[in-house]
């Protein structure tokens, strides 16, 4: 198994090999000048296409962006390298950004309308709470209020009775005592009255 992973690395050097030399290869790309497509096809606001003769970098130069360059480069060849590939590449990327940014405003949008639905049920709740919190504390501050008057006017009673108990029991002793300054008198009077 060792030996077709080595046999199966060296196929894919050789055809990473062959298509660096084909991206040099510069009588390729002095045959190919003309365009398959038309300007229309072209927008504006797309990057313009630089000229494949200017500026080349000498091998020794290329790292790995460059190999990757090359990738690209190769690929655009096989497509047969027109401006009209890369345009379609613009128009589906841009098709995509459009869904994308549908996409994710629906997203937001669903999730706002989630989180509005959410808070106020939330808000609700919390009024709700608050409202029955508040009746019965009412509830009992009155029934508090009830009782401590009942408690007043007990006192009150109380002190009453309290009152009428104390002039009873004075009224009892004045006359307790009148009744024994009687006896006495009458004592008096018949110790006087009395032969010895």
């Known amino acids: 198994m060792a030996s077709t992973g080595r046999k199966q690395s060296k196929k894919t050097k050789h055809a990473e090999d062959s298509t660096d030399i084909k991206s040099f290869d510069f009588a390729l790309e002095d045959e190919k000048t003309g365009l398959s497509c038309s300007e229309d096809d072209i927008r504006e606001d797309e990057t313009p296409v630089v000229d494949k003769m200017a500026k080349k970098r000498s091998f020794e130069e290329d790292d790995l962006k460059v190999g990757v360059g090359n990738e690209v480069q190769t690929m655009l060849e096989r497509f047969g390298g027109n ?32 989180l509005e639905q959410l808070w106020n049920t939330q808000y609700a709740q919390r009024q709700k709470l608050t409202q029955e919190y508040s009746q019965q504390v009412s509830s009992v501050l009155q029934q508090w209020e009830i009782d401590a008057q009942k408690s007043e006017d007990q ?16 009224q009892a002793r004045v006359v307790q005592s009148q009744k ?14 009395s032969p010895r």
């Open 180 to 193: 024994l300054k009687t006896i006495k008198e009458l004592y008096e009077q018949f110790i006087k009255a």
């Open 83 to 114: 401006i009209c590939f890369i345009a379609d590449i613009s128009k589906a990327m841009q098709a995509k950004r459009k869904r994308l940014e549908t996409f994710t405003k629906s997203s937001l949008k669903g999730s706002n309308q989630k």
């Open 155 to 170: 006192e009150e009673k109380l002190n009453n009775l309290f009152r009428q108990q104390q002039k009873l029991f004075q």
